[in-house]
């Protein structure tokens, strides 16, 4: 499993986000959900793009089938900045 991949999921496993429903590929929750602030979701926005755009460099040797954690944050982001 690459790095993009992981951060994803240890993310949603063990300090969730947002609520769900979440995605097909996405891991239930372990924990309770604690609601990341807007700035939070930003700054691991950013994190996630950097490490992705890495591993594309290098070649990302990750299955087809995962998780798109970069639109999900995108689109949460979004959702909050119109509020």
């Not at 990750?62 to 944050?73: Q, R, V, W």
């Amino acid at each position: 499993m690459c790095v993009y991949c992981v951060m994803g999921d240890h993310a949603f496993r063990f300090n969730p986000p947002w609520q769900g429903p979440y995605p097909q590929y996405v891991p239930a929750p372990l924990v309770p959900v604690n609601p990341w602030p807007l700035e939070q979701l930003k700054e691991y926005y950013d994190l996630l793009k950097q490490v992705r755009d890495l591993e594309e460099q290098i070649g990302c040797p990750c299955e087809p089938n995962k998780a798109d954690y970069i639109k999900m944050f995108k689109e949460k982001i979004s959702q909050l900045e119109k509020k």
